[in-house]
Structure formats: structure tokens, C-alpha cells
């Protein structure tokens, strides 16, 4: 087991946040929780030609050297398959190299934590496909933001209904558009605000991975893994191929 243990962010300086969720990806740096300098950037090759270049970049321009880190807060999920592997590998392999501290970060909880800004209730949401909805939910009260509904993928329908049970009005984040329809289905006008903001702030994401380092340490670097949700369409396809005796 390689894990680091709780020990709160006294001398914690420097804190590297990497997302590689999504088709458009980011990496960021701060100090002391305070912004450094983002880079946000369209992935047109794959993560694994752009994804350490930037983040070069980044320390390069930030002056600040990998060994410096106190902390990598990476995306876990849910997203893009490859995109969540590559920046989790790669993630995992610098904290082995220069033994930092890694903390996984959930896309919806950080894209809820981007746009929430006043209080009341955050549903962020990406299209799972195959009939599904990554979603989750989030009350903010006093400048806090708590769990309503657990991140997953769920039935559109369903999901909804629970969110309207839960938190009566909410503001959808993401790709509500998508799910538009249902969503009136369940909420009426008044109870609903359908935003297309799909960007997670990665400075979001270190603040994040900050709090759950200082809640619970590091996560172990032997067993952490993407936060998929399901199955990709290859374990899907492999399954309907040979399906068990």
C-alpha cells in the first residue's frame, strides 16, 4: 500500500489539479488554496500526447518545480473512459515518482462547486448514454455544499423524480439540455433553471482534493482507479461475446 496519512495542510504550498474527464481538459495550480495559473485547452490529439505537456508547461511558467508539490488532485470520473485512465495514470505516476500526495475528485461535484454560488440546490448532469445520466445532487447553505443525492448513473426519470422529492427547485448544471424534456416532466418552470455550463473550474478541483486531503489523506496509490460508474461499451461488448457458463 502506498498512502498518504492525514496530516493537514500545514506546509502545504503548492497543489497541481488535473482534468482529463471531458473532451475539453485543464490542469491548474495553486498555492496555499490562492490561483497560480489554469490552462484549459481542447484535446484535438489524444490526452496522452497533451496531457504532461501542459502540465510542463504550467510549472515551467509557474516557476515551480514537480518536487515542490504538496498535493496532485486529479478528476476520477465520471467522463470520458480514456480520458479518465490517461489522467489517472499519469497522475499516479508523478505522485509514485516524487512521492506527493494524490486525492481523487468527482467531475459532478466539482462542476456543482464551479457554478455554485448562492444557496439552494445543484444538480449537475453529463449524458451517460445507453439511456442513462451521470447525475448527482447538492444543497449550498452558507457558503458549504452538501450531498443530496450520491454521484452515479441513473435513469433520467427516476433521478429526477428523487431530485424534485429532495430538493424541490434546482438549478441543472451540465448537459441539461439533453434531459430538457424529462426535466419538465417532473419540475415545473418555477422549480427548474436548465444552465448549459459544462466547464469545470480546475481551480475548483484543488480546493476539492485540499479538503479531502486534510479530511482524510491521500488515497492509496496501489488500488485508486477511475470512478467509471458503469461499464465501457469494450467490458459491455466482451460480455455479450462470452457470456458466462
Same mark, same amino acid.
Request: hydrophobic content about 40%; aromatic content about 10%.
Given at each position: 500500500?502506498?498512502?498518504?496519512?492525514?496530516?493537514?495542510?500545514?506546509?502545504?504550498?503548492?497543489?497541481?489539479?488535473?482534468?482529463?474527464?471531458?473532451?475539453?481538459?485543464?490542469?491548474?495550480?495553486?498555492?496555499?488554496?490562492?490561483?497560480?495559473?489554469?490552462?484549459?485547452?481542447?484535446?484535438?490529439?489524444?490526452?496522452?500526447?497533451?496531457?504532461?505537456?501542459?502540465? !510542463?508547461?504550467?510549472?515551467?511558467?509557474?516557476?515551480? @518545480?514537480?518536487?515542490?508539490? *504538496?498535493?496532485? /488532485?486529479?478528476?476520477? &470520473?465520471? =467522463?470520458?473512459?480514456?480520458?479518465?485512465?490517461?489522467?489517472?495514470?499519469?497522475?499516479?505516476?508523478?505522485?509514485?515518482?516524487?512521492?506527493?500526495?494524490?486525492?481523487?475528485?468527482?467531475?459532478?461535484?466539482?462542476?456543482?462547486?464551479?457554478?455554485?454560488?448562492?444557496?439552494?440546490?445543484?444538480?449537475?448532469?453529463?449524458?451517460?448514454?445507453?439511456?442513462?445520466?451521470?447525475?448527482?445532487?447538492?444543497?449550498?447553505?452558507?457558503?458549504?455544499?452538501?450531498?443530496?443525492?450520491?454521484?452515479? !448513473?441513473?435513469?433520467?426519470?427516476?433521478?429526477?423524480? @428523487?431530485?424534485?422529492?429532495? *430538493?424541490?427547485? /434546482?438549478?441543472?448544471? &451540465?448537459? =441539461?439540455?439533453?434531459?430538457?424534456?424529462?426535466?419538465?416532466?417532473?419540475?415545473?418552470?418555477?422549480?427548474?433553471?436548465?444552465?448549459?455550463?459544462?466547464?469545470?473550474?480546475?481551480?475548483?478541483?484543488?480546493?476539492?482534493?485540499?479538503?479531502?486531503?486534510?479530511?482524510?489523506?491521500?488515497?492509496?496509490?496501489?488500488?485508486?482507479?477511475?470512478?467509471?460508474?458503469?461499464?465501457?461499451?469494450?467490458?459491455?461488448?466482451?460480455?455479450?461475446?462470452?457470456?458466462?457458463?
Amino acid at each position: 500500500m502506498i498512502q498518504h496519512v492525514k496530516s493537514g495542510l500545514r506546509g502545504l504550498m503548492y497543489t497541481l489539479a488535473v482534468d482529463s474527464s471531458r473532451f475539453f481538459g485543464s490542469v491548474a495550480l495553486t498555492r496555499d488554496g490562492q490561483p497560480l495559473m489554469g490552462i484549459s485547452f481542447n484535446v484535438k490529439a489524444t490526452y496522452s500526447e497533451k496531457l504532461l505537456q501542459m502540465i !510542463s508547461f504550467l510549472l515551467d511558467e509557474s516557476q515551480v @518545480e514537480l518536487k515542490n508539490l *504538496g498535493l496532485i /488532485a486529479v478528476v476520477e &470520473g465520471p =467522463g470520458s473512459f480514456t480520458g479518465l485512465r490517461i489522467g489517472m495514470t499519469l497522475s499516479k505516476s508523478l505522485a509514485y515518482a516524487m512521492d506527493i500526495p494524490l486525492c481523487g475528485v468527482n467531475a459532478l461535484e466539482a462542476l456543482a462547486q464551479t457554478y455554485a454560488f448562492g444557496d439552494g440546490c445543484y444538480a449537475p448532469l453529463f449524458d451517460a448514454r445507453k439511456g442513462q445520466v451521470f447525475a448527482a445532487l447538492y444543497e449550498m447553505r452558507s457558503r458549504s455544499l452538501s450531498e443530496l443525492i450520491p454521484p452515479g !448513473s441513473y435513469h433520467p426519470e427516476r433521478f429526477f423524480r @428523487e431530485a424534485q422529492k429532495k *430538493g424541490g427547485r /434546482a438549478l441543472f448544471l &451540465g448537459e =441539461g439540455e439533453t434531459f430538457r424534456e424529462t426535466i419538465e416532466s417532473v419540475f415545473s418552470r418555477k422549480e427548474t433553471y436548465i444552465s448549459s455550463h459544462t466547464h469545470i473550474d480546475p481551480f475548483a478541483v484543488a480546493r476539492l482534493g485540499m479538503r479531502l486531503f486534510e479530511e482524510r489523506g491521500g488515497d492509496d496509490l496501489l488500488t485508486k482507479e477511475p470512478a467509471y460508474y458503469r461499464a465501457s461499451d469494450a467490458e459491455i461488448n466482451y460480455e455479450k461475446n462470452h457470456p458466462s457458463s
